[in-house]
């Protein structure tokens, strides 16, 4: 067994800021509680919600890691107690409340994954983050099913790429919308049936026009801001709306006649604040249903750009540039 040493590098928040203040400094390697494995660190996504939490926006919930990550992919190296279905150098996947941008996280096993077949570490890397809140939101809350329409917004997000794949898995068909030609360009390549550019198209009109005035059945959405009342006019009857971020406000005008004639309903929901309970029952339902297609190549993570640990601050920055899919830390072997 590889000895575990007593202190890791993991990015730190040097201050509030941009991604200048990202540097490498050293924390102790945590130790698995009962119920918890400790995965050495292959590889770590990059979320938003690392970008607000850089900037003091976000703060981390009791408990959690004030190392900034959300998903990570690695190979177990220890194991607390009460503990059942993992070994040490088993590879998994896995959501964390925090501490991915390290080289050792710990985290619950409930919440961890097995790498699925065919995929790498560096994809595994951005996996979780993805997968969990998809299913979570636009299976389970939007209660998406064969024949109906998805919407996305920002479909060629880490999240809008597993989305389209997902969906059309499971026999949907999906409209997302994008900024600019090359990226509804890919969306299509990707999967999507019609891809809307915001920039020069209204999505409503787009909607309506491939649905023949029926509208999308599911929404997903993480705009926010005057997105949330033309998605109301964009669903169908009983339409369902999901909401998960608010880049553009999180206080729009609603035309609430519009959602009881039309019947719609709007939710919205959080993972990192999620109890460890909520999501395993997520995890066990991605092993049943999506890991098999990840195993049949019908559904790959898209990774746009990889960035050693050094380089957080510049991944973050590439966050901000015209990518497609997610972008991962390397911070150990990635084959």
Not at 84 to 97: C, F, I, P
Not at 225 to 248: C, H
């Amino acid at each position: 067994m590889e000895q575990i040493a007593k202190v890791m590098r993991a990015v730190v928040i040097t201050e509030p800021g941009g991604p200048e203040v990202l540097e490498i400094g050293e924390r102790p390697v945590p130790e698995p509680d009962a119920g918890e494995i400790l995965i050495k660190v292959a590889a770590a996504g990059i979320n938003r919600a690392d970008v607000l939490q850089r900037m003091g926006k976000y703060p981390v919930p009791k408990g959690a890691s004030d190392i900034m990550g959300l998903e990570v992919s690695g190979t177990v190296a220890a194991t607390g107690s009460d503990t059942e279905r993992y070994e040490v150098g088993d590879k998994v996947v896995a959501l964390v409340s925090g501490g991915g941008y390290a080289e050792y996280v710990a985290v619950a096993e409930s919440n961890a994954l097995p790498l699925p077949a065919g995929l790498s570490l560096l994809q595994g890397g951005g996996l979780a983050e993805a997968a969990f809140t998809v299913w979570h939101n636009v299976f389970e809350r939007g209660s998406l099913r064969p024949g109906e329409v998805l919407l996305v917004h920002g479909g060629t997000s880490g999240i809008g790429t597993f989305a389209i794949q997902v969906a059309k898995a499971f026999k949907a068909r999906v409209i997302v919308t994008a900024g600019s030609e090359s990226r509804c360009e890919a969306a299509r390549r990707i999967g999507a049936d019609r891809a809307v550019n915001y920039q020069s198209e209204d999505f409503v009109e787009a909607v309506h026009e491939m649905t023949g005035g029926r509208g999308a059945d599911v929404i997903l959405d993480m705009v926010g801001g005057d997105y949330a009342s033309r998605n109301y006019a964009a669903a169908a009857p009983e339409g369902r709306i999901v909401q998960i971020a608010f880049l553009k406000g999180a206080k729009p005008q609603v035309d609430l006649a519009l959602m009881m004639r039309k019947g719609l309903t709007h939710t919205g929901s959080m993972l990192r604040p999620m109890p460890i309970e909520a999501k395993a029952e997520l995890a066990r339902a991605l092993e049943e249903t999506v890991w098999p297609r990840i195993a049949e190549g019908f559904v790959t993570p898209v990774i746009h750009a990889s960035f050693a640990l050094e380089e957080a601050g510049e991944a973050h920055r590439a966050l901000d540039s015209d990518h497609i899919g997610k972008i991962v830390l390397r911070v150990g072997d990635t084959d």
